[in-house]
């Protein structure tokens, strides 16, 4: 089993890396001959680099750490401590389900992603396995760490079908619609000639009435399009949330769910680094927003794409349970930070520039849309200057960004790893400066605010930093 899912990753590694030149060449009949060579040449190099790769893994466990070696050319070892790792996930997909074994992924704060993944383990040893790496047992035997595994504890969200019905509906239609089209779209070359016998038995007269009465129909080709990605909204917000339940226990927090793909990951709740809500129109008109629980990431960058939870369809008596778990209440006074307008009049000369060639030399129309165009961009660089908003207190720090979509961040300042400050000529003569805070999980940044409030907000994130005796990682 896990020589088949290795060969399903390195097919799939291939078709992802090289589908620019894949899709260029489905358009060349010379090279579209040759498909099934070149199908069986991938599928041997695929089907190689499976038996190699699980010929050559082999995985210990010793009493404090996971001691990984692989390799065939070039071997390799890596030896995972229990107190570095972040997150444990495990993922049972529906051949999987259908075989009774699981794949277990290991994330570590160096990583970009998992750092290992155990594939086609057996369901109790992967359980089992995952307890022991979770450290929620000392001295642990198949039996116990599966009934470790089995017990709730106190169920925070549970997702209905009626809250998934509306994550689906909140998502982004227009994008998931287009995905669709250009799917089709990219299919419609190699079955072309299908396309032709099915077009060439339509009467010549609906051609000619479909001349006069193509505008009529650009409204329903409108809702189609909205419909198609309703419907691809639905379908994946199914697929990916089903039965999604986040429990709080007390090593940890655990999310699970999943219907073509079951996951489990569980992540302590000192080693998580930042809470992200965020919120689309949709979603705030009826009433919810999506969560990301973040761990570390490779060198605290955003683009290393560390594993995440994600919670959506969160309305505010849960989300107001989710902060509770993880941090503690703002104690103590708050002081709010808001940018310098002068960050205003840096967004709309920015927009300014980027709409004033279409003023200049484009024709008449493209003036009439571009001066409308520059109209929404003023009103949005308006709108988006007055929600930013950056709340302090002695112990955490919340980060609000975002007009129709709206972010807010939220972090603890003793997880904290370091701070920077930056400033142009133009902000040293009003005396502004940006401030990044950089946490595991990447920075949370603050500009064109005061220079004093910059180096007093330096000052207590360091003595936070420093000063705290509490695990963070």
């Known amino acids: 089993m896990a020589v088949f899912q290795y060969l399903l990753k390195y097919t799939w590694i291939f078709i992802r890396g090289f589908w ?5 060449a489905a358009v060349s009949d010379n090279i579209r001959a040759y498909w099934e060579w070149i199908g069986l040449g991938v599928l041997i190099i695929a089907g190689l680099s499976a038996v190699f790769q699980y010929w050559k893994f082999t995985f210990q466990v010793t009493d404090d750490a996971l001691v990984i070696r692989r390799g065939l050319l070039e071997r390799e070892r ?38 290992v993944e155990l594939a086609a383990l057996k369901v109790q040893d992967a359980k089992a396995l995952k307890a022991v790496l979770s450290s929620e047992v000392n001295e642990y035997s198949a ?16 997702l209905s079908w009626g809250r998934l019905f509306k994550v689906g509906l909140t998502q982004n239609h227009l994008r998931n619609a287009m995905i669709t089209f250009g799917s089709i779209v990219a ?35 409108t809702i189609g399009v909205l419909v198609v990605g309703m419907l691809v909204s639905l379908i994946g917000a ?12 007390a090593e940890g927090l655990e999310l699970s769910g999943g219907l073509l793909k079951k996951f489990e990951f569980k992540i302590p709740l000192h ?12 979603q705030r008109l009826v009433g919810f927003e999506t969560f990301k629980i973040h761990q570390a990431r490779a060198q605290s960058d955003p683009s290393q794409g560390g594993v995440n939870m994600a919670i959506p369809g969160l309305e505010s008596d849960h989300a107001e349970r989710l902060n509770a778990m993880l941090f503690p209440p703002f104690y103590g006074g708050k002081t709010e930070v808001r940018p310098h307008r002068l960050m205003l009049i840096r967004m ?23 001066l409308g165009w520059a109209a929404w961009l003023a009103v949005a660089a308006v709108y988006q200057f007055r929600c930013v908003l950056l709340i302090v207190s002695n112990e955490q720090l919340r980060m609000c960004t975002g007009w129709l979509r709206k972010r807010h961040i ?27 805070i950089y946490t595991a999980a990447g920075p949370v940044v603050v500009r064109f605010i005061p220079k004093e409030t910059a180096t007093q907000l330096r000052d207590l994130v360091l003595y936070q930093a420093e000063s705290t005796n509490l695990p963070w990682m």
């Open 271 to 282: 080693k998580v680094q930042m809470l992200e809500g965020g919120s689309s129109l949709l």
């Open 238 to 249: 199914v697929l990916r949330y089903y039965e999604l339940q986040v429990r709080a226990q």
């Open 143 to 158: 039996e116990t760490s599966v009934k470790a595994d089995e017990r709730d504890g106190e169920q925070l969200i549970a």
């Open 78 to 115: 890596i030896t995972i401590a229990f107190e570095r790792i972040q997150m444990v996930n495990l993922e049972q997909s529906i051949w999987q389900r259908v075989f009774g074994v699981m794949s277990l992924k290991v994330d570590t704060a160096g990583s970009s992603g998992a750092e």
């Open 187 to 221: 299919l419609a070359e190699p079955l072309e000639g299908v396309l032709s016998d099915w077009l060439s038995d339509v009467p010549m007269y609906t051609w000619f009435l479909l001349k006069f009465l193509w505008v009529l129909l650009i409204p329903i080709f």
């Open 410 to 436: 939220r972090t603890e300042l003793r997880k904290a790893q370091r701070v920077v400050l930056t400033e142009s000529w133009l902000m040293r003569r009003r005396s502004l400066a940006h401030a990044r």
């Open 20 to 24: 620019p030149i894949i899709a260029g």
């Open 348 to 370: 709309l000369l920015i927009r300014a520039a980027v709409v004033s060639p279409v003023l200049i030399w484009g024709e008449v129309w493209m003036q009439v849309c571009a």
